[in-house]
């Protein structure tokens, strides 16, 4: 694990329904959900609509709807839902053993929009 995947804490951290924030330096922040069904997901915290906090939206099955506009946004994929129009990039995750890991090259390759 160590290299290619940046570990970046227990699964404790965050409650089933949420979400946390990951300071990225030099990219945009990553919105880190654990959803009801304890599914990890990371995504950009950005709406590609107007670039409302993801983190802050509702958790609903493996969606997020955004706080600012109620746009529907898949965390699978971090595509817009319906018929809204629009993607935010999504981060590769993994959990292992308690604890979770997002992929270096995804984190350190972005770039802050």
């Known amino acids: ?15 089933p329904g949420t979400a946390r ?4 330096r030099g990219a ?16 950009v ?14 958790i609903h099955g493996n969606v ?5 506009h109620s746009w529907n946004i898949s965390l699978q994929t971090g595509e ?8 935010v990039p999504s981060i590769p995750m993994r959990v292992d053993a308690g604890r979770m890991y997002l992929l270096r090259s995804a984190v350190v390759g972005q770039k802050a929009a």
Request: glycine residues 10%.
């Open 1 to 15: 694990m160590i290299g290619e995947w940046l570990d970046i804490g227990k699964v404790e951290q965050i409650a």
């Open 21 to 24: 924030t990951l300071p990225v």
């Open 28 to 43: 945009d922040e990553i919105a880190v959900f654990r959803t009801q069904n304890n599914e990890f997901y990371a995504l």
């Open 45 to 58: 915290n950005k709406c590609p609509h107007k670039q409302g906090p993801l983190s802050q939206g509702i």
């Open 64 to 68: 997020v709807t955004c706080p600012l």
């Open 80 to 87: 817009a839902l319906g018929e809204d129009k629009g993607c």
